[in-house]
Structure formats: C-alpha cells, structure tokens
C-alpha cells in the first residue's frame, strides 16, 4: 500500500466516522428536540424528510467512492480532484443549509490536510480556495434569502465574511504546513527507494557471490586443509600489506627519526601482538647499542634491558644480517629480558646494503609464540625500517648541503640569514644583546695572483677551521661570500664582541697556511655592531657591520673596527 492509498483509506473511515456522528446529531436534533415542532407543522415536517433525504444521498456517494477506490479509479486526477469538490460542497452544503453544527469545519480542514499530505501543499491550497470559494457563495445565497425573508442588517453578512475569511486563511497555513511535510516524506521516500534499490542489487549481488562460493566450497570440499593453508597465508599477506602501507605512510610524513621509529616500533606491536618491541641501534661514536624506541615503560626494566643488549648474541644479529628465534626463553641465558617473564623472543637485524643499523627485538611472555612466517614478517618490517633510516640520513645530509658551504664547511650566507632574523626577533622580545662581525682576509687576491686558486682555496678552508674551533656552541659562523665571513653572537653585547673577535684575529695572525709547496700566513681585518648599542634593525646591523670593516680596511687591515654608537 502506497502513501496514497494509506492517506485515502484514512480519510475514507473518517468520512464515515463524520457521516455517523452529523446523522446522530441531527436525529437526536430532528426526532427529540424539535418533536414538537414536527406534531404541529407541516413544513418542518418537509424540512426534516429533505434533511434525511440528503443525508441518504450523501451515505450513496459515500459508498460509490468507496467502491471506485477500491477498483483505483480515484487514483485517476480528475475523479480524485473531482471527489474531492464534491464532497467539500457537501460539507458547505450541509453546515449552510442543513445547519449541522460548526464541528463540521473540522471536516473540510481534516480534508485539505489528507490532500496536503498526499499530494502536497498546491493542490491543497487549491483545494481550500475552492471549498472557500463554494462555502461564501453558499454563505451569499443563504444570507440574501435571509436578509430578504427575515431583514437581517448587512452588517452581518460582512461579520460573518471576515470571519470565513480568516477560518480559511488558516486552512491555507494547515495546506502549506502539511504540503512541507508531504515534500519532506516525498524525499525521504525517494532516498529509501534509492537505498532499497542498492540493497536489493547488493543482495543480489551477495546471492550470486554465495552460489559461487558454495561451488567452489564443493569444488574444493576434499581439500579443506589446503584451503585453510590458504586462507591463512592471504591473512598474513593482509596483514604484510597493511603493515607496509602503514609503514610507507610514516616514512612519507614524519621526518623526525626518533618520532618515525617509535611509531614503527607502535606499529609492530600492534601487527605482532607482542608484549615488548623495542628497536636498538648501533652508536658510532661509542661503539655500543642504545635503545632508541621501545615501549617498556618501567625505568628499572629498561635499565635492565640497555645494561644488557650489547651482548654477543645482539650484536651477531645485527653483524651477520640473521635472524634469531628462541620460543623458550632462559633469563639466565638472556639476561636482558631479566624482571619481565619473557618466555618467547625474536630478532631480526636493522641492515640496508650500505649501513648496519641495529636490530628489532620483540618479545613475548607466552612460550612457542612465534614461528619462521613471524620472523619473516619481522624481516620485512625490518628493511622497511631501514629504508626509513636511509631515507633520514639522506634528508639531513641534504638539509646540511642546503646549509653549509661546500669550500669551508660551515654555514652559507642564505642559512645566516634566516639565523639572523629569528635570533634578531628573540633578541627584540627578550631585549638582550646581538652581536655580529664581519671580517675577510687581507689581500686575498694576491693570494690568487701569486699561488694559484687552489691555494687560496685553502687558505679559506684554513680559516674557516681555525675560527669555528674558537666559537661558543650557539654562535653562528657562515661564509657570507668570496673571501668575506660572518659571525653572530647571540646574548653578547658590543665589547664583548670586540673581545671575542680582536682574540680571533690574533689567533687568524698567528695561524700558518701551508701545502707541499707554499707557506704563508693571514691577517684578517674585523667589523662589529651590536643591536641595540649600534642598530635597532636587521639591515641597520648588516649596513653597520659593514661600515666598520670598511674603517678597517681603510685604517690599514689586520685590526678590529667598532660601529658607531647610537647615543654617540
């Protein structure tokens, strides 16, 4: 049953509901009350036969409509548009005419209101223009016979118009409130349609697929455990995908080395399900493992565990590039898993063909947990770690190229520059001194001249060497272009500068140069300014700066040369 026939079949028990209670009133009104009436007169004799004969004639369309819906010729336009006005003006009939209470109004809006929902808020706005239409035109005919028959004022007619009026302006609000709700309903019912449609596809769908799963289960029925050996390989394989999706992923987005291998080290826990992972990588400088990423959280467990990992049996993993499995773990034997009830362990080196990392360990409380598909899966993880590692080292030394000079070593001018501005803006927030100097080597194109290129490349090199060994850890040395160099001193003021800088000089002037065939020795002449003794700006203490190594130069070189104070 659609939403018509269930709006419709509604309306029709009410109607009959309406038509029962209007015939009660009106014989309780007819037969008792008006009794009297009826012994004495003719007429209301007459009245009352007609009355009943009308109601008769309502009962029969009654029944007639009942019987086209039933056979759906109301779902037809015009005869449902067409009931529809009839059985309005029947209404306005027999509330003008037969007098059958107000409570009929209900009637005519409960009307609009079933063709509002049904078929939206045009045709029941329509509706209710129509049924006003007839009821004023009833309302006139009655009100003239009466004006005529009884003298009733004018006043009246128009009392009662204002009134009709505004009863049915209401019934319009009802027409396009209920209009809303059948839009509403409308969409909702398409999108359930739609829904209903993709399920059923989908159902089909799903039924097809079953079939075919039933035949290849038949197919197959005599080789269950074939099957299952299959089933769980493509489970790992899921797993190993998503593993190395998850791992790509990471290595495409996090930079940052510590915070890349402890999400690699969260994501083996998790594929694993083991209960200790931890990632160990061999320190250069000191020769020994560190634990790098783990997600052991006691201090005394870890402290156990870092004390204990440089033992022979790590570091072959990670030397000769072979796994190690131990499903029955000794705390004796191992004492790094000591404190932890380690019962099954796993190892596998952290190697790229060019570097040896370190190594993964992964442990787990339960005995026999692990067997050689979750060492192969380790494995894999494992060199997708190392591609992670490789990829790190590749960055930053491509961030140092980026930075560094490639003659000297230390920091280019571009590099200096965005130094100089973010320490000018703390040196501003914080108001605390900023230094800079600014120096380059006397007569270096004789240098050139006489001893070829490669030479005063060498003394460049030289120099670069000897200043950045005399330098605070926060002070910035960069080449700021040919034979020139610039420093900056975070924190110093301007005779402090002047101390530092008339120190390096000297050490500069004490300084040899030499190869196979030349020696020779360099002055170097200084600039210094100082925010805020000399500059309030960045290109103020640039400009400055360079001012006083111009003064330098111009007062003979190899000598240090202060920029002119702001108060001077």
């Known amino acids: 049953m659609n939403k018509y026939q269930r709006y419709e079949t509604m309306f029709i028990k009410m109607t009959w509901i309406f038509l029962t209670i209007g015939t009660g009133f009106f014989l309780l009104n007819e037969l008792v009350f008006n009794a009297d009436m009826i012994r004495e007169g003719k007429e209301v004799v007459f009245s009352t036969i007609w009355k009943l004969f009308f109601g008769l004639v309502v009962f029969i369309l009654q029944f007639l409509k009942l019987i086209f819906f039933k056979k759906e010729i109301l779902d037809k336009p015009l005869f449902y548009y067409t009931n529809r006005v009839v059985w309005l003006l029947i209404i306005s009939f027999s509330i003008i005419f037969i007098n059958v209470g107000s409570w009929s109004y209900v009637v005519i809006l409960f009307t609009i209101i079933v063709t509002s929902l049904s078929k939206g808020s045009k045709p029941g706005v329509i509706l209710a223009i129509c049924s006003f239409v007839i009821h004023s035109a009833f309302t006139f005919i009655a009100f003239s016979y009466r004006i005529k028959l009884l003298g009733l004022l004018s006043l009246d007619i128009v009392e009662n118009f204002l009134i009709l009026?505004?009863?049915?302006?209401?019934?319009?609000?009802?027409?396009?409130?209920?209009?809303?709700?059948?839009?509403?309903?409308?969409?909702?019912?398409?999108?359930?349609?739609?829904?209903?449609?993709?399920?059923?596809?989908?159902?089909?769908?799903?039924?097809?697929?079953?079939?075919?799963?039933?035949?290849?289960?038949?197919?197959?029925?005599?080789?269950?455990?074939?099957?299952?050996?299959?089933?769980?390989?493509?489970?790992?394989?899921?797993?190993?995908?998503?593993?190395?999706?998850?791992?790509?992923?990471?290595?495409?987005?996090?930079?940052?080395?510590?915070?890349?291998?402890?999400?690699?080290?969260?994501?083996?826990?998790?594929?694993?399900?083991?209960?200790?992972?931890?990632?160990?990588?061999?320190?250069?400088?000191?020769?020994?493992?560190?634990?790098?990423?783990?997600?052991?959280?006691?201090?005394?467990?870890?402290?156990?565990?870092?004390?204990?990992?440089?033992?022979?049996?790590?570091?072959?993993?990670?030397?000769?590039?072979?796994?190690?499995?131990?499903?029955?773990?000794?705390q004796n034997k191992y004492p790094f898993t000591q404190g932890r009830e380690v019962s099954s362990l796993m190892c596998v080196p952290l190697n790229t063909k060019s570097r040896k990392y370190g190594l993964v360990l992964v442990e787990h409380k339960l005995s026999f947990a692990f067997d050689e598909d979750n060492v192969r899966l380790l494995d894999i993880i494992s060199q997708q770690v190392g591609i992670a590692m490789e990829n790190a080292d590749l960055y930053h030394k491509m961030q140092e190229l980026a930075t560094k000079d490639g003659l000297t070593g230390i920091y280019n001018r571009q590099y200096f520059q965005q130094r100089l501005e973010s320490e000018f803006l703390s040196a501003q927030k914080g108001n605390y001194p900023l230094s800079t100097a600014i120096f380059d080597i006397d007569h270096f194109k004789k240098f050139n001249d006489t001893f070829g290129h490669m030479f005063g490349d060498k003394v460049l090199k030289a120099i670069a060497d000897a200043v950045s060994v005399s330098l605070r850890k926060n002070d910035i040395f960069a080449r700021y272009g040919g034979e020139e160099f610039i420093l900056l001193f975070p924190g110093t003021n301007l005779n402090d500068a002047y101390e530092k800088v008339e120190v390096l000089r000297k050490m500069v002037g004490q300084h040899i140069v030499k190869d196979s065939l030349v020696t020779a020795s360099v002055t170097v002449s200084f600039g210094v300014s100082s925010f805020n003794e000399c500059a309030l700006s960045e290109n103020e203490l640039l400009r400055s700066v360079d001012d006083a190594l111009y003064d330098a130069k111009a007062s003979g070189r190899n000598c240090v040369k202060v920029a002119r104070r702001l108060l001077e």
Not at 208 to 224: D, F, R, S, T, W
């Open 165 to 330: 009026v505004f009863l049915y302006f209401m019934f319009v609000l009802f027409a396009v409130f209920c209009g809303m709700i059948f839009k509403d309903s409308t969409e909702n019912e398409k999108e359930n349609k739609h829904l209903m449609e993709q399920l059923e596809e989908k159902y089909l769908q799903l039924e097809v697929a079953q079939e075919e799963i039933k035949h290849q289960y038949e197919k197959l029925k005599g080789a269950n455990q074939k099957l299952e050996d299959i089933n769980k390989r493509l489970s790992v394989s899921i797993a190993e995908f998503y593993t190395l999706q998850q791992i790509s992923q990471a290595i495409s987005s996090i930079l940052d080395i510590g915070e890349l291998l402890k999400y690699l080290n969260d994501i083996i826990i998790g594929v694993m399900g083991v209960n200790y992972s931890t990632i160990i990588l061999f320190d250069d400088g000191s020769g020994r493992l560190k634990v790098q990423a783990t997600n052991i959280t006691s201090l005394d467990e870890l402290a156990v565990l870092s004390d204990n990992i440089n033992n022979n049996m790590l570091r072959q993993v990670m030397e000769n590039g072979e796994h190690f499995l131990e499903n029955n773990a000794d």
